[in-house]
Nanobody, 123 residues
Framework: QVQLVESGGGLVQAGGSLRLSCAAS????????MAWFRQAPGKEREWVAA????????YYADSVKGRFTISRDNAKNTVYLQMNNLIATDTAVYYC????????????????WGQGTQVTVSS
């Protein structure tokens, strides 16, 4: 049974930083591309960032490029999202997701999802 468990969300002031983690179990982690999505109230789920199998290639939405960094540790079956210089519009529930082999920006293509962690940025 595949499980993805996010942690690290919380309340932070604008300009601050948070680091999200997503621990995976029940799968061969190194065979799965990993991604972060977010969903703000009343809005559709939005792709944020993705990382390939080895961690050597990363991809970002324009809205977070230069501020967020995705990484993975295949020895720990964990993917991270370092979020710096947070702004109010980053407020959302953040989800990690995974699909086999290749990254995608389309939420519907991801096989497994975590339960989400709330990030709130106060201005």
């Amino acid at each position: 049974q595949v499980q993805l468990v996010e942690s690290g969300g919380g309340l932070v002031q604008a300009g601050g930083s948070l680091r999200l983690s997503c621990a995976a179990s029940g799968l061969t982690f190194s065979n799965y591309a990993m991604a972060w999505f977010r969903q703000a109230p009343g809005k559709e789920r939005e792709w944020v960032a993705a990382v390939n199998l080895s961690g050597g290639s990363t991809y970002y939405a324009d809205s977070v490029k230069g501020r967020f960094t995705i990484s993975r540790d295949n020895a720990k079956n964990t993917v991270y999202l370092q979020m710096n210089n947070l702004i109010a519009t980053d407020t959302a529930v953040y989800y990690c997701a995974t699909r086999k082999y290749f990254y995608s920006g389309a939420a519907r293509s991801y096989e497994y999802w975590g339960q989400g962690t709330q990030v709130t940025v106060s201005s």
